[in-house]
């Protein structure tokens, strides 16, 4: 590399990215259309992650880059605040319809991190409200992820992500995580052990006095730990326990939103009704940020009570409702409602699910987790040396051409719904080539 470009890479500090290795050898993309991407030294790469869970529709869709032109050009900004703009309206009232039960009112953000602080902040501000102001503490989960602010931080359960940054919120606890349950190894679809673990929110409880809870926080299924998937009767289980303690129920979608388990949300999938759901990511199908965060209707109405001329909800962003964003949301729906690929993923989940577990017999593979158009394949990890071999799979399958997510030692796979049943198996052929490679 010579010393111009090197000084051209020294300047941007990337985000959860191993600096120094990717300077010493950098990896860029250049462009991208459909399922591919292209590097920039004219190498095509298949996209087996979405982006990062995020592109659903796939790359360089013509309706949403058409759309997004169109809107800069005619409205590029309004104002946020005390203003509008006719497509958030829309969007919202659009996904409104997409959304499970009566989760019917959309404050919009521009990211997954920032949907879930909104989330906590109208849980606690709704209480309050409702005179049960005593509910203030947040309840997470173990490895959980709920992006990297304050708050999603505190009730996030990753402890690389929480460690290095101090005491966080206070009055945060976590519930035990559901992951490498004994008897669920290879499970296809939910596995079936577990559901009480759902009962250590009792144990919560009971600890802190349930009136001092105001919500819990969970993914449905959770991506960045890893691919845990819920024991079967689990989040029944949780939802009941919160409904005997008048404690808020939040989803976090920002993965699971938008198709990747086939159907609209997991809140749709799994037929359990949450109060609040976080969204971002394939909102727009990746294209402009944007998160949505759904709240039940009557959470909604609990705030339009006071003065007409005063905020209800002293909360928002500069780019809420952004014209560009609200512009690719809509085609990005567009495209979902057209190609049904809301619903693919349960339309070739079933091919997906056997071709990934096909993988089992591959080397190192300890247990492989299917969901949905998700897999994870955890591997085992080289002694003393965790992530190690994972991270050594995604650079050896970036060389292979195609592009994968490591997290810990568990490789993550999420790809844009429009995948084609080729294009399935070429992934998996191309990671029992990695698998076969590592040491
Ligand atoms: N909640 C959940 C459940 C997420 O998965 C966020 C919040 C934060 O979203 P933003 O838009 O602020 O990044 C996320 C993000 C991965 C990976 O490969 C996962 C995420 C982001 C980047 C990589 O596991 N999830």
Known sequence: MDGGLRNSLEAYWMPFTANRQFKAAPRLFVAAKDMHYTTADGRQVLDGIAGLWCCNAGH??????????????????????QMGHPKAFELASRLAGLMAGDLDHVFFTNSGSESVETAL???????RIRGEGHRTRLIGREKGYHGVNFGGMSVGGIPANRRMFGTLLAGVDHIRHTHNVPGNEFARGLPPNGAELADDLERLCALHDPSTIAAVIVEPVAGSAGVILPPKGYLER????????????????VITGFGRLGAPFAANYFGVQPDIVTTAKGLTSGVVPMGAVFVRKEIHDAFMTGPEH????FHGYTYSGHPLACAAGLAALDIYEEEELLTRASRIGALWADTMHGLRDARHVIDIRTLGLIAAIELEPIAGAPTKRAFTAFLKAYEKGLLIRTTGDIIALSPPLIISEEQIATMAETLREVLGELD
Not at 310 to 313: G, Q, V
Request: with cysteine; glycine share 4%; proline share 2%.
């Open 238 to 253: 949780l939802r009941a326990i919160c409904d005997r303690h008048g404690i808020l129920l939040i989803f976090d979608e």
């Open 60 to 81: 360089g869709r013509q309706k949403i880059v058409d759309a997004v032109s169109r809107q800069v050009a005619e409205l590029d900004y309004s104002p946020a605040f």
């Open 121 to 127: 902040k109208i849980a606690l501000a709704y209480h």
């Open 310 to 313: 005063l905020i209800e909800f």
